[in-house]
């Protein structure tokens, strides 16, 4: 029997959950494997970079799904249960699942739609692509649904990993100087709206304050206008309001118009800047794309 798809995976992955209990992602691969009948050799079948096998994979993307759908929810790392939506989408007795069947759920057509840039064009049919750009669109794919999985996994995780992470992300971004001082100098209880203070530098030649908010609700004006009422009583002039949820178009507007610098970094940004800095990711396959080299076969011989 032939390895099944992710999508072939998502119905039995879901009745395996329909118990309502916690499962980890191992017992899932063991007992779906057994369901499938697959042979040894076809369970440890790598994938074409070799990074893991093709089965684990497919499962793993048939969960993400099943997740970013609200059917699932993680309760740990590795770890799952389904959730009432769930339940009562295999009350409906579907006889299959696929990506068009969680496309009725609005979670997951945006989880599957990648952020566009601004400056971006609407891409052509498929069938227009060239096999480059098709890698690029799968890139960027790729990239918009590691955004939304690494929020997740924010947001699964106490108020002092959070902490931990903003650590982390700044002192990558060339900010704080070392992770000692930057940790010694975010975290703890906020004072007057403030959870840290930062070197810009490695010199330390400038400050920046930071606020940081673990929110799945929108931060609105109020919080940008304290936060800038705490860096006038500081006399500071440069600040960073990181959240995992998002600001409101009046909070966006306020940090516009004040003569302090307050960047604001929403939940889409965080996790873009954690991709590009390396911050709770790794990196799993490279793709060298080649191309003839017109001077070597043009030159003189």
């Known amino acids: 029997m032939s390895i ?75 770890k799952f249960r389904i959730t009432q939506r769930g339940v009562e989408v295999l009350e409906e007795e579907p006889s299959e699942m696929s990506i068009k069947f969680l496309d009725r759920f609005p979670e997951f057509v945006e989880f599957r739609t990648p952020r566009k840039r601004p400056d971006e064009e609407e891409d052509e049919g498929e069938g227009e692509l060239t096999p480059q750009e098709l890698l690029e669109s799968s890139y960027k794919t790729l990239r918009s649904q590691l955004a939304h999985e690494l929020l997740d996994q924010v947001l699964a995780r106490d108020p002092g990993f959070f902490e931990k992470l903003v650590v982390d992300l700044l002192v990558a971004m060339g900010y704080g100087g070392s992770r000692s001082d930057a940790g010694r100098a975010v975290g703890g209880s906020s004072d007057g709206g403030i959870d840290g203070i930062i070197k810009e530098d ?60 307050i960047v604001l970094i929403d939940g889409e940004e965080l996790a873009e800047l954690m991709i590009d800095h390396g911050v709770g990711v790794s990196e799993v396959e490279t793709y060298v794309v080649r191309a003839i080299d017109l001077d070597y076969f043009e030159g003189e011989w």
């Open 4 to 78: 099944p798809g992710f999508q072939t995976l998502m119905l039995p992955l879901l009745t395996l959950a329909a118990d309502q209990r916690e499962h980890s992602l191992s017992e899932t691969t063991e007992a779906l494997a057994s369901q499938f009948d697959l042979s040894d050799d076809e369970r440890k079948e790598p994938l074409a970079s070799g990074s893991q096998p093709k089965f684990n994979n497919r499962i793993g993307w048939a969960r993400t799904y099943l997740k970013k759908a609200g059917l699932l929810e993680y309760t740990g790392r590795g």
């Open 202 to 261: 490695k010199l330390g030649l400038d400050a920046v304050y930071v606020q940081a908010k673990r929110w799945k609700d929108p931060v609105g004006r109020p919080v940008v206008q304290g936060f800038a009422g705490s860096l006038q009583g500081e006399k500071a002039r440069k600040g960073v309001l990181i959240t995992t949820s998002r600001f409101s178009p009046g909070a966006r507007d306020f940090a516009e118009r004040l003569d302090r610098r």
